[in-house]
């Protein structure tokens, strides 16, 4: 059964296609700032937390499948997902949030660099001090704090994610 992409889904994956082929021609492939800074300043960072403009999960996908088919990576689709589930302001919402996720004893942001916004289980901004950089694709940097990090004293954070083949990585421990 094939699900349709309402048309916010469609413009807000096409245009960022083109966004992130200009930018990437010719960079090297991994974290693109330059690229970054166009679809924030576009909109695009801050287009899911308004629920009035259709973005639902299934938008959010399809732009997710669209960023997969360039060598340049944005935290677009952290800060969409994060979007959608915290009440973010613009000014974070443009800087990149990511969403952190319980893994073992540590909380992983799943597209880390020191500008990005991570987002606690209750939509509150972690003071990034602390953040250790995890190798784990060239495209995809992670960012990882323990779970016991000042900064989430008191605070509740995501549930414990089972681990799967593809968290396993020698920067991150074993199952």
């Known amino acids: 059964m094939a699900t349709i992409v309402a ?12 966004i992130l082929q200009d930018r990437g021609a010719g960079a090297p492939a991994g974290p693109s700032s330059a690229a970054w800074a ?3 300043d576009g909109g695009w960072a801050s287009i899911s937390a308004d629920a009035e403009n259709g973005m639902e ?22 800060t969409l997902l994060a979007g959608r589930w915290f009440d973010l302001g613009d000014d974070v919402l ?9 893994r073992d004893d540590r909380l992983v942001a799943p597209y880390f660099a020191s500008d990005v916004a991570i987002v606690d289980g209750e939509g509150a901004v972690v003071d990034a001090a602390g953040v ?4 784990f ?10 779970a016991e990090h000042p900064a989430l004293e008191g605070r509740s954070s995501p549930k414990h994610v089972p681990c799967s083949q593809q968290w396993r990585s020698a920067a991150l421990t074993s199952c």
């Open 57 to 78: 999960l299934r938008e959010i996908q399809e732009v997710a499948r669209t960023t997969g088919r360039f060598a340049v990576s944005t935290p677009l689709v952290a």
């Open 38 to 40: 166009v679809l924030a």
């Open 7 to 18: 048309e916010v889904g469609t413009m807000a994956s096409d245009n960022v296609a083109e």
């Open 137 to 146: 694709a060239d495209l995809v940097p992670l960012g990882a704090v323990h």
């Open 132 to 135: 250790e950089t995890l190798v």
């Open 94 to 102: 443009d800087r990149g949030a990511v969403p952190l996720v319980r």
